[in-house]
């Protein structure tokens, strides 16, 4: 069975970087789609972007300049990074399995992130 | 493309058919997903292309719906049910979800 694990600092200072580990096991980063998706307080959802199995990425247009996702198949992990975070980027930040890099069918726990002074 | 999901907050008996409505922007072509999310747990996917049960989950969970207007009809409402549902759409490959429905027992 897959299990996926965000790790990370909970709290990032405003204009930092903000990085994430998800950490996987019982399944193989070499396949499938493996992507980040946030939740907002107040409920709203964000796709972030993902890494598909052979590395090449995707992203949310309205993240482009910001985001990246990389990955270590040493380590069956992938990361994100978020530049230049404000405050609007406070949010529950997940990872997800996505088998065909539509809908996602596995998900971490959730990491909680504040962005504040 | 907008996801609306409506009411933001259904309640109801034990027992009830219920049932949550999204409307998208544009026709999506039920390229749709619905995820229930408990409090503290991650989100568990429900149903896929609109109407196709994930596996593992009961069967008085189901999809419906076209075009731009699609439902997620929980038969005879459990306990457990108590949740936050999303919808999300897969027809634009920006990803996009609904606000949520949460749902409470009366």
């Known amino acids: 069975e897959v299990q996926l694990q965000e790790s990370g600092p909970g709290l990032v200072k405003p204009s930092q970087s903000l990085s994430l580990t998800c950490s996987v096991t019982?399944?193989?980063?070499?396949?499938?789609?493996w992507g980040w998706i946030r939740k907002f307080p107040g409920n709203k959802m964000e796709w972030m972007g993902y890494?598909?199995?052979?590395?090449?990425?995707s992203y949310n247009p309205s993240l482009k300049s910001r985001i990246s996702i990389t990955r270590d198949t040493s380590k069956n992990q992938f990361f994100l990074q978020l530049n230049s975070v404000t405050t609007e980027d406070t949010a529950t930040y997940y990872c997800?399995?996505?088998?065909?890099?539509?809908?996602?069918?596995?998900w971490g726990q959730g990491a909680s992130v504040t962005v504040s002074s | 493309i907008q996801m609306t999901q409506s009411p933001s907050l259904l309640s109801a008996s034990v027992g009830d058919r219920v049932t949550l409505s999204c409307k998208a922007g544009?026709?999506?072509?039920?390229?749709l997903a619905w995820y229930q999310q408990k409090l503290g747990e991650a989100p568990k996917l429900l149903i896929y292309?609109?109407?196709s049960l994930q596996t593992g989950i009961p069967s008085r969970f189901s999809g419906s719906g076209s075009g731009t207007d699609y439902t997620l009809t929980i038969s005879s409402l459990q306990p457990e049910d108590v949740a936050t549902y999303f919808c999300?759409?897969?027809?634009?490959?920006?990803?996009?979800f609904g606000s949520g429905t949460k749902l409470e027992i009366k």
């Open positions: 997800a399995r996505l088998p065909g890099s539509y809908v996602m069918d596995a």
């Open positions: 544009q026709n999506i072509n039920n390229y």
């Open positions: 999300q759409q897969y027809n634009s490959w920006t990803l996009t």
């Open positions: 292309n609109a109407n």
């Open positions: 019982g399944y193989s980063i070499t396949s499938n789609y």
């Open positions: 890494i598909s199995y052979s590395g090449s990425t």
